[in-house]
């Protein structure tokens, strides 16, 4: 019979038997089911219809990476509204949005947000407003696609000095939720480029003409956005405490950046943006890729999107190392015209060439649909999910959602935070909605957090060919995958996720809690 401290038992014997696999498997784990991996099938086959235990069990179950996490939406709104305070800064209650410069009270509605911990009611308007807590349609407040996009203007005047912070809180959020790799999505420099673009306007579509423009500027650009990285990971790394007896469980985490550029700026900022970014990616290993960002049916957006493409396609030739992950697809009927949704997924594919599509919800819409979806098969184009998201800025949900039409064309696809502070959600709740919206089992489980590794941009060797082991690792201990796996950090992480399974199988298979 389970003690009344069972759930302090489950953690202790899962970081106990995590500890010992560490040091017992010394080979690569083969793809074949042990006792322990058909046991825990058994397991969450009982546990799928019990709410609370099966969210014990997804919350230490190992998830591989996280590769659709913006930075900046990652934080819960309460620690932008403390961060506030230490500021010193004023939020404005009618408004929603904390305010920029020094708090000077004098607008009726505005308060010092170090008096938000003594007036509750001020305090849950402004963590409303700041996320989608409790969000409920007004005359004034009418979307939740609407009320979403607008709260990173709402705590933008904490972003800039608050950096490390929000690093640290992402990283230990990730190992609470026993992922073992992190793609963050930032913008470091990001207003000098804009800047740099408003100096050079844009030789019509002649993009060489556009790149020798900046040759004055990019080296400049790229050493200041890899001075705020570094300033960045230095102050996380002290709050974290890593490399210390008192490190926090974050440091595990491996992180990696992809550069984000906005794409509802002028073209020739985009350009500068991205001309930019390719540059750092090929230059700085910690940015392992790049990215597009803001709401994809902004009217700017949407008329530039065919030039947007076509800029993404002249980096990419000058560029062929780096890779790319588009947003694209974060569309529905109800935002634009049906003219504004058959293209954009099969555009990031076939002419940005993107690895992996971000959101892709709009792939029923897409002229020739089940063309393009075995075209993504074929070429192994990866989708990040975003459920939560997706319920709260689209409205679309549960069977409505296309996550079950890719699985059954076989494309590749990862579960994905996209804003988690903003959604109030995390990567274990993603992994709740996915099974009520698939149906999935826990051997598709399994796939879902290995895929996560297999495309994320992270350097090396995948420890995989198809379902098998490859053929270096095949032998047991041998000189020659010891050396593969020191060679191939994607491999070497993809062996950490193999290992956490093991364990993790291992501890579910004895606990009390889930028999």
Known sequence: MPN????????????RILILTGFALSIVPARAETPDSQTTAHVFDRLRNDPARLTLFLRAFPKGGDLHNHLAGAIPAEDYLRWAGEDGLCVSLPQGRILPGK???????????TQLAAHDEARQVMIDSLSMHDFVPTPLDRSGHDHFFSTFGRFAPVLATHQGEMLAQARDQAAADHIVYLELMISPALGAMARAGEAHPLPGTDYDAAHRALDTDRAHLVSLARQETDTMEHDAQDILHCDTPQAHPGCSVTVRYLFQAIRTM?????????????????????????NFVAPEDNPVAMK????????????????????????????????????????????????????????????????????????????????????????????VSGKSHPLSVYRRAHVPVTLSTDDQGVSRSNLTQEYRRAIATARLGYADLKAISRNS?????????????GDHVITLCRAPQSFACANFLRKSEKARLQFQLERNLAAFEAMVSHEPLFQ
């Not at 350009?271 to 090929?282: G, I, S």
């Not at 819409?365 to 975003?386: C, F, K, S, T, Y």
């Not at 590794?453 to 060919?465: E, M, N, Q």
Request: net charge negative.
């Open 304 to 395: 530039d999107y065919a030039q947007h493409m076509q800029i993404f396609a002249a980096q990419n030739a000058r560029h062929p190392d780096v890779k790319l992950s588009l947003h694209a697809g974060e569309l529905t009927p109800s935002l634009v015209p049906a003219n504004g949704l058959d293209n954009h997924i099969r555009q990031a594919v076939e002419i940005a060439g993107a690895s992996r599509i971000g959101h892709g919800v709009d792939i029923l819409w897409e002229h020739d649909a089940p063309g393009l979806l075995h075209e993504m098969a074929q070429r192994r184009i990866a989708v990040e999910v975003n459920l939560t998201s997706n319920d709260q800025i689209l409205g």
């Open 266 to 290: 002028s073209p020739a900022q985009v350009f500068a943006q991205l001309d930019t970014a390719y540059q750092l990616v090929h230059e700085d290993p910690r940015f392992v890729g790049v």
């Open 103 to 113: 708090c000077r009270v004098a607008t009726p509605g505005d308060l010092p947000a």
């Open 4 to 15: 009344a401290c069972g759930f302090v038992t489950f953690r202790t014997m899962f970081f």
């Open 453 to 465: 590794l297999t495309y994320a941009f992270i350097p090396g060797t995948s420890l995989w060919d």
